[in-house]
C-alpha cells in the first residue's frame, strides 16, 4: 500500500494520498484545491488513476477539491450529507479501493456531516479527534453528539493509529491508545462537563479547529527516510515538496494498551460495532473507474 500525508501550511490541512500499489487506483482524503496540480503530479509519478476523493465534512478553513479533482480525473467524489458531489456517504459502508477496504462511520459533532474512515490499522478522524485535543463545536456542531462519537472512536483498539486533518503544532499521527491516556479533553467524567467545556471554546482564529497557540507547523518531525522515497519518486518530474510521507506505526515506546481511568469519556468499549443505521448491516461498495 502507498501512503502519504501531506500538509497545506496556510490552513494546517493534512490530507492524505493512498493507493492500493504502483499503477493501482487512489484515493485522497481531504483534498485542498491549492494543492490540486501536487496531487496530479503525485498520481503521475506513482501511475495511480484516483478513484475517489472525499471529504470528512464540509470544511471552512479551505476550499475543498473535490470538484476540481472530479473534472481533470473523472474520479468519484464523496461527502457525508451534502450535494454536488458524486456520492454520498452512508453509516456503515466499506468503500473498496483495489482491494483496500476504507469503513464508513458517522461522526457527527464538530458539524452534522462529520465522517471518519477506518481502514486496516488507523483511523481518519477529520476533526472530531484531534491529536491532544477535539474539533469546536460552535460553528454550527453539537458537543453532546461529539461526546457520543468520540467514545465511538475511542473503542477501537488501542494500536489504532490516529490521522487528523488538523494539527497547529506539527504532529502527524497519535493513536487510539495515546489519546485514551493523554487528550485532557477525554479524561471529562461525564458528558455535562465535556459539553460545558465545549461551549466555552473559541478559538482565537475563526478558521482554526481549536484553541491554538500558533497556527503554523514546524518542520521538526520529518520522516527523512520517507521522505526521501517521495522526493526520488518526484525527481523525474523535477518536482519537490516538502509535504510529509508517513506509512510506518510509531515507536514501540509509544502505548498500545487501553488505559483504565475510573470513568468517563476515555472509559469505553472496545468492542467495535459500525451498523448501518437503518438496516444494522454493512454495506459493501466498490469502486469504478
Known amino acids: 500500500m502507498l501512503f502519504r500525508q501531506l500538509v497545506h501550511r496556510e490552513s494546517s490541512t493534512y490530507t492524505y494520498l493512498i493507493g492500493s500499489r504502483p499503477g493501482g487506483k487512489g484515493l485522497l482524503i481531504d483534498p485542498v484545491a491549492d494543492e490540486?496540480?501536487?496531487?496530479?503530479?503525485?498520481?503521475?509519478?506513482?501511475?495511480?488513476?484516483?478513484?475517489?476523493?472525499?471529504?470528512?465534512?464540509?470544511?471552512t478553513d479551505h476550499v475543498s477539491a473535490l470538484g476540481l479533482l472530479r473534472e481533470k480525473t473523472q474520479c468519484e467524489t464523496a461527502r457525508g450529507g451534502s450535494r454536488g458531489v458524486v456520492r454520498r456517504l452512508r453509516e456503515g459502508e466499506v468503500i473498496d479501493i483495489d482491494g483496500l477496504d476504507l469503513e464508513v462511520l458517522h461522526t457527527p459533532g464538530h458539524t452534522p456531516d462529520s465522517y471518519s474512515f477506518v481502514m486496516d490499522d488507523r483511523v481518519f478522524t477529520g476533526d472530531t479527534l484531534l491529536i491532544g485535543s477535539t474539533g469546536r463545536t460552535d460553528q454550527g456542531g453539537d458537543p453532546q453528539l461529539q461526546y457520543e462519537s468520540l467514545s465511538r472512536l475511542l473503542g477501537l483498539p488501542g494500536g489504532t493509529l490516529v490521522y487528523p486533518a488538523h494539527d497547529y503544532h506539527g504532529r502527524h499521527v497519535s493513536t487510539i491508545a495515546e489519546e485514551r491516556r493523554n487528550n485532557p479533553r477525554l479524561q471529562l467524567q461525564t458528558s455535562d462537563e465535556y459539553v460545558a467545556l465545549m461551549n466555552s471554546v473559541r478559538p482565537s482564529h475563526v478558521d482554526h479547529m481549536d484553541l491554538v497557540e500558533s497556527s503554523s507547523l514546524r518542520r521538526s518531525g520529518v520522516l527523512l527516510r520517507e521522505l526521501a522515497g517521495l522526493r526520488a519518486a518526484l525527481e523525474r518530474d523535477g518536482v519537490w515538496t516538502e509535504a510529509l510521507a508517513e506509512s510506518h506505526a510509531p515507536d514501540s515506546s509509544a502505548p498500545t494498551s487501553r488505559p483504565q481511568p475510573a470513568s468517563g469519556l476515555a472509559t469505553v468499549r472496545t468492542d467495535r460495532q459500525t451498523p448501518d443505521s437503518a438496516t444494522g448491516r454493512r454495506v459493501r461498495r466498490g469502486v469504478t473507474g
Request: hydrophobic residues 60%.
Open 36 to 59: 490540486v496540480p501536487l496531487y496530479l503530479r503525485l498520481l503521475d509519478a506513482f501511475e495511480l488513476k484516483l478513484a475517489l476523493a472525499l471529504d470528512t465534512h464540509l470544511h
